[in-house]
């Protein structure tokens, strides 16, 4: 019997079960480690609200957590409740898949100012992570600025620009929708330290801006390179140009007072955020492209803004008694190997890049690597081990049959038209699953 300890239960996580299940079958117990008492990482707490159909994938990994020989252990917290050496003991091998859940810093003057915010704490604002949910962003400036040419940028943009119709059917949390609802932003600004030819923009996510109720996306015709050069993209990243050059379009007379206006402004790197109690002003240089590269051209300006939120890349939490690569943001390893018994996979591996879709031949691949070193398995305690040394140490660890009283309480709360209302708070989680 082999014994596998899974430390994350995001899409890494929830594919490398799978992959471990195809691999040995019945000759394998996993569990499947996470601090929160609720499942499926990223699924819940990153992706956006509105987009209610890539959470879909969460019924693929409901799948697997079902099955007897897979286990969710939440609410245990590696490296507080049970060390990483601990875990290596008790399981023939280890797998860190904690994705990566916190903010690169922008490393300019003035970041620590109030209202400005990562991605990863502003979405997971109003995405009900525990963690960020008394962020409390003021919304009372009419311009936003947010730091990044990605999707992340794109999505708060777009949670920011939606009316309160338009975000009926998501399953964001009260207290963001609240907020949103009485928001005076009326002018987002995206500010990208390259130009409309080095976005990690998808069509899909840049062609929902244009059907907006009240938002209006505009770039500066300026900023777009000779029409002839997007022959040379790849097809997505051309179809994202296009979309560009169909914002590049709009007019004054197009963008009423009462809209949104989501203006791309290419070529433009922050250099400082200014302010006395709170952000008030974004000085950006201009920018040029040198073979690729974006290179200062001296001139200065500044946004008026009353929130920042920069979008620009994640790393991965550290655990003690793993080796980290912090200039990577990610777990120091060699093709996910970080030492005898002890691996990581997803974002944790390779950090914050590609889709959800490609953490499958991520795990896919990571188990191969352990089936040939842990062989037939060494005999180890597993999960009764853990059973034994939770119930010595008091650990109130949470089940998948737990979840599911959560995930039937937080169903039977929505507001009319959603989905569902989240929890909030990990002791609110506790007791729906029954658990004080």
Not at 20 to 40: E, M, S, T, Y
Request: net charge negative.
């Amino acid at each position: 019997m082999r014994h596998v300890a899974i430390v994350g239960s995001g899409p890494a996580g929830y594919y490398t079960a799978e992959a471990a299940l195809k691999q040995w079958g019945d000759d394998v117990r996993v569990d499947i480690f996470d601090c929160l008492p609720v499942p499926f990482g990223l699924i819940r707490s990153g992706v956006a609200p509105d987009h209610q159909s890539i959470k879909g994938v969460s019924r693929r990994y409901e799948a697997t957590a079902l099955t007897e020989n897979v286990r969710f252990v939440g609410n245990v917290l590696i490296g507080r409740d049970v060390s990483i050496p601990e875990l290596r003991e008790l399981y023939d091998v280890v797998i860190l898949a904690t994705g990566a859940p916190n903010d690169r810093k922008l490393g300019l003057p003035g970041e620590d100012l109030p209202n400005v915010f990562g991605s990863a704490s502003f979405v997971g604002w109003y995405n009900g992570h525990p963690e960020f949910a008394g962020l409390d962003p003021a919304l009372s400036h009419d311009t936003a600025v947010i730091v990044g040419n990605g999707n992340v940028a794109l999505d708060v943009a777009r949670i920011l620009a939606k009316s309160q119709n338009e975000l009926h059917g998501s399953d964001i949390v009260a207290h963001a929708l609240t907020t949103l609802n009485v928001s005076r932003v009326r002018r987002i600004v995206i500010l990208g330290r390259r130009g409309p030819h080095q976005i990690a923009m998808t069509p899909k996510e840049l062609g929902e801006l244009a059907h907006l109720e009240r938002a209006c996306p505009r770039v500066d015709p300026a900023d777009l390179p000779d029409e002839a050069e997007d022959a040379a993209l790849d097809p997505g990243l051309r179809k994202s140009v296009g979309h560009l050059r169909a914002f590049s379009r709009t007019g004054d007379a197009d963008c009423p007072s009462d809209q949104v206006t989501i203006e791309f402004d290419f070529f433009a790197a922050p250099k400082r955020i200014i302010g006395t109690e709170r952000v008030e002003d974004v000085e950006v240089e201009r920018t040029r492209l040198e073979n690729g590269k974006a290179v200062g051209t001296g001139e200065t300006y500044r946004v008026p803004a009353g929130i920042v939120i920069a979008c620009i890349g994640y790393q991965t939490s550290k655990i003690p008694d793993v080796p980290f690569d912090a200039a990577g943001g990610r777990f120091a390893n060699e093709d996910g190997w970080i030492a005898p018994g002890l691996y990581c996979v997803g974002w944790a591996r390779r950090g914050p890049t590609g889709t959800i879709g490609t953490n499958r031949p991520d795990g896919y691949a990571i188990i191969e690597k352990v089936a040939r070193d842990i062989g037939e398995g060494a005999g180890k305690a597993g999960r009764p081990g853990f059973d034994a040394l939770a119930e010595q140490r008091g650990i109130n660890y949470v089940k998948f049959t737990d979840w599911q009283k959560i995930d039937e309480a937080e169903v039977a709360n929505a507001r009319k038209g959603a989905p569902r209302e989240k929890f909030v708070s990990v002791e609110r989680m506790i007791e729906a699953a029954g658990k004080r």
